[in-house]
């Protein structure tokens, strides 16, 4: 079966090496010396200076959150992976939704303003299949109405804006090396900050928020093991070429595919872009399902992603219309993308697509 995406396994010696190193020092896991590594190594690749790896992309966003004492509403996108909604409504805030752009999926700048009240207190907003939000418009008006801004940033390690990470935007970025990132480490996720008092929040909330006998708020166990940051560590170094064979299968899509017939997200321009996905919009969703069974009967297993619009969560007490983006959501599907996929299986693809369009 060919997924959506296939995780990238380092030679297996390199691993080993990091296992023996664990075996000799019997440091398994609470900030061991492979985590301390990965981290340093992490700030150096990113340009970052404050930042934590975590057991996961999920329980950064909420304790990003909480680092940032919110309480009320957080104005967030529709256009996402459920844990984005769910961190907010984990921590008890209300979510409140703005629409997204037709061109790229990222939540509207111009849609946000007119939802603010006196009880918004963030915007919480991802970055997209690696496309970046409207950064400086979202700035703009978080400054204009004091509000803080979190980037769900789990789709875009490696893409970089002006010339640093995506990662280094907003009061808080975060991250998540799941196993099927861009960058991996089986489980993690991290989270980036830049006020001392924020970042030092954050360290506490990872380790049950006590250091040794004091005991000094309400923390969560965030943290990571050496087996997981030796994964991070042999894959790190890899991370630009990995990127570089995804451009090379996003651009043989490119030219196979009949693009003229399909919606595709735009790429803006400015970034350096890290090929995450390779999503398409078909012209309804009966035409998705009949593209999707298609590719199944290959053995060929594409993704709705995302799906379902996250203001039609059936457990939300509250919500928002938001037109495009549920439309998008009914009619997208990510196709396989990952760096070493054949060349043969994307000809299939695009063959199974075209006749189908
Ligand atoms: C994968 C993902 C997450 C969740 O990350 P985990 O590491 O699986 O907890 C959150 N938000 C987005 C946009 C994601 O794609």
Redesign the pocket.
Known sequence: MINITKSYLPPLEEYVKHLEGIWERVHLTNNGPLVRQLEEELKSYLGIEHLHFCS???IV?QMAIKALGLTKEIITTPF??C??THAILWENCTPVFADVRAEDFTIDPDKIEALITENTEAILA?HVYGNLCQIDAIEALARKHNLKVIY?G??SFGVTYKGKSALAYGDISTC???A??VFHTV???LVVSHDPEVTEKLNLYRSFGHRFDDYIDIGINGKNSEFHAAMGLCTLPKVPELIEARKHRFALYDTKLNTARLQRPVIQPGISYNYAYYPIVLESEAKLLEVKTALEQIQVNPRRYFYPSLNTLPFLKSTQPCPISEDIALRVLCLPMYPDLEEEVIDQVCTIVNKLL
């Open positions: 996961n992309g999920t966003l996402s992976y844990a984005s991802t769900d789990a789709h998540s090396f799941h099927t990132k489980e993690g996720g």
